[in-house]
């Protein structure tokens, strides 16, 4: 008899966007319905770049909560600080002695969406920096692309493991690294195969779809993200991590949240939006496979393992049924368009 209803430990999300003002108000309690806690990205303008202004953001968090009628408690935002050239060892320290941010977010400059205060040369100028993260066990989150304009764009993550990641994890063997949002079969081979504390987030949009899907009748731009979905044999590479038994391989939706008239735009920005409905797309993706069974580790327990968090107790349920993807959704004065707007699911969460 076929699985109509799933019940796991509740999920987190170890890769999201929530913004700030009106539009963090608008989504955060999509994410707090699904999710116990959620890495919090710190890609803001100005960027987060100190523990005090991570704290400051985390506070905005809280009181976004409050006005949606969040219970306190019930959703806990992680916070991250922005790597940049001027980032000071102290500040590690800080953030590790006072929990103020868990980890380190390195976006190439240049690389996607308000990155160009972004380190420019890791090796050199962070070396600091790294080897007091790799000595007090602070993690670095990898926007793993090349920002060469030269790299085809298909072909950045690929070229990313070659220059940047081989020669970072060789200089700094402990640190642990989070490929965040990979999209290749040669990054998981990659991850899978590495010696060291090693680990990668993976999204909806990179297990459900490939690259077609941003050109099936003409342009889609609600399919753009960054990194950009790749060809079939890349998804099912994805898809395979993710149902395998490798710890290393976890749920980060990079729910990423633009108005409708950014995306679509002469110039759309990138990122799909999933934290209305990131469970039941995971879901679709875990029944296709025919690894449900494996959706609880995946979503609720290899991403805590690794960040040496407890697991949440908590469960939550997944129900087979339709689900209609709403058009858009509201966001402050304008809209949203979530990922896959207007197609049924068949699954629904809580
Ligand atoms: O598609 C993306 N959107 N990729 C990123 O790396 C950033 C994100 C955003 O902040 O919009
Ligand atoms: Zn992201």
């Known amino acids: 008899m076929t699985l109509q209803t799933l019940t796991i430990i509740k999920p987190d999300d170890w890769h999201l966007h929530l913004r700030d003002g009106e539009a963090l108000e608008a989504v955060i309690g999509h994410t707090a319905r699904q999710f116990a806690r959620a890495v919090v990205m710190p890609n803001l303008k100005p960027p987060v770049t100190t523990v005090a202004l991570a704290q400051a953001y985390a506070a905005r968090i809280k009181q976004a909560m409050v006005k949606a009628g969040i219970a306190a408690g019930s959703f806990t935002p992680l916070m991250t600080l922005y790597l940049t050239d001027n980032t000071s060892p102290d500040e590690i320290v800080r953030a590790k002695e006072s929990s103020g941010a868990i980890a380190v977010k390195l976006y190439p400059a240049g690389a996607t969406t308000n990155s ?46 070659d220059r940047v990641m081989i020669p970072l994890r060789k200089a700094f063997p402990a640190l642990r690294v989070v490929f965040e949002h990979l999209t290749t079969k040669d990054g998981v081979e990659y991850v899978r195969d590495a010696e060291g504390p090693v680990a990668a987030t993976l999204t909806p949009q990179h297990m459900l779809y490939n690259r077609n899907s941003i050109f099936q009748g003409g342009v889609r731009p609600h399919f753009y993200c960054l990194p950009i979905l790749k060809r079939e044999v890349h998804r099912q590479a994805l898809l395979d991590a993710a149902t395998s038994d490798s710890p290393r391989f976890f749920l980060g939706t990079d729910s990423a949240p633009h108005s409708r008239g950014l995306k679509e735009n002469s ?22 496979a025919g690894k449900l069974d494996r959706l609880e580790a995946f979503a609720s327990l290899r991403g805590p393992d690794f960040y040496g968090l407890p697991r949440n107790t908590e469960t939550v349920s997944l129900h087979r049924g339709s689900f209609v993807i709403p058009n858009e959704l509201s966001f402050g004065q ?6 896959a707007a207007g197609e049924t699911l068949g699954w629904k969460f809580g």
């Open 116 to 161: 160009d205060a972004g380190a420019t040369d890791l090796l050199g100028r962070c070396s600091k920096v790294l080897e007091t993260m790799q000595r007090v066990g602070l993690p670095l989150l990898v926007h793993g692309e090349v920002t060469d304009p030269a790299a085809d764009v298909f072909d950045r993550e690929a070229l990313f493991i």
């Open 334 to 339: 304008e809209t949203i368009v979530p990922l």
């Open 267 to 288: 110039c759309g920005c990138a990122g799909c939006y999933t934290a209305l409905h990131a469970m039941e797309l995971y879901a679709t993706a875990f029944d296709q």
